[in-house]
């Protein structure tokens, strides 16, 4: 049976920072600077190209041998995004003991709106419309919006996600090197106690079966969430190695490094059955 190697994440995952025109379904991207394409040779590439040569999925798979890599990161998007992938990945497959899959935490601040801009309806992400100057906006950021709400209720998909394809036969690990909450409540599962409180007692509101459907506690999550925990020194960057100018994603070398810290993480795991 074929070894399985799946990231997802953000764009930190996808590779996306080496292109232009992101955010559309082309299989071919002009790279982002005149750098880019003289460090290459090429004036585009493909996305097999970023996944094999460019993104911490290309080196990765080449450490573990793996038969084929698969890259579920998509640039901007959250949690929500990367567990629905999952999901409509892993119900048509239904055994995955072959599969190893990678998840890099995006912000728990990323959460996905469906809005009326002036007409326009969009499926959108909230920090893109935190910036329009509309009164109704604020209003909605005001009183419909509260980040640490969010942020446990993220925490509990990447528990259920991870209780989901396990149980398919699954490896699932997490890494959290782009998501300074994520990072925050690994060291500290309190941060956000009362908010867990709440979201507690109204789940508990007029549940006749409350004893049956109990909450786990936020230590819970922590403890039994899959994490690989590292912090790389003087990882390589775009913008440090002259090849996009002010751009902080890593590199192909700070994936590749990426890739090294991940695998040694991994290196003492049965990853495959």
Known sequence: MEKVLIGVG????????????????????ELAS??????????????????????WIGHLGNLLNVDKKLNFGSGGKGVEHCVRTLRNYA???????????????????????FWDNEGHKKIDMIRNMIVQPSKIIKTFINYFHEPDYYVVKYM??????????KRLGAKVYFF???STEFSNLIKNPKEYSDMEKKIKQHHNLHNWSSELTEMITMNEIIENLNIIDFVIPDVQRLDTEGLVKDDSHFSEAGNKQLAEYIYNGLKNEALFT
Not at 91 to 113: A, G, M, W
């Open 10 to 29: 953000c764009s930190h995952t996808q590779g996306c920072a080496c292109i232009t025109g992101v955010g559309t379904e082309e299989r071919v991207y």
């Open 156 to 165: 509990y998909e990447l528990y259920f996600i991870q209780d989901y394809l």
């Open 34 to 55: 005149i750098q880019l394409k003289h460090k290459y040779k090429k004036q585009k590439v493909n996305t097999d190209w970023i996944t094999e040569n460019f993104s």
């Open 176 to 178: 959290n090197m782009f």
């Open 91 to 113: 119900f048509r497959k239904k055994d995955l003991s072959n599969h190893l899959i990678i998840f890099q935490v995006p912000s728990l601040d990323r959460r996905e709106v």
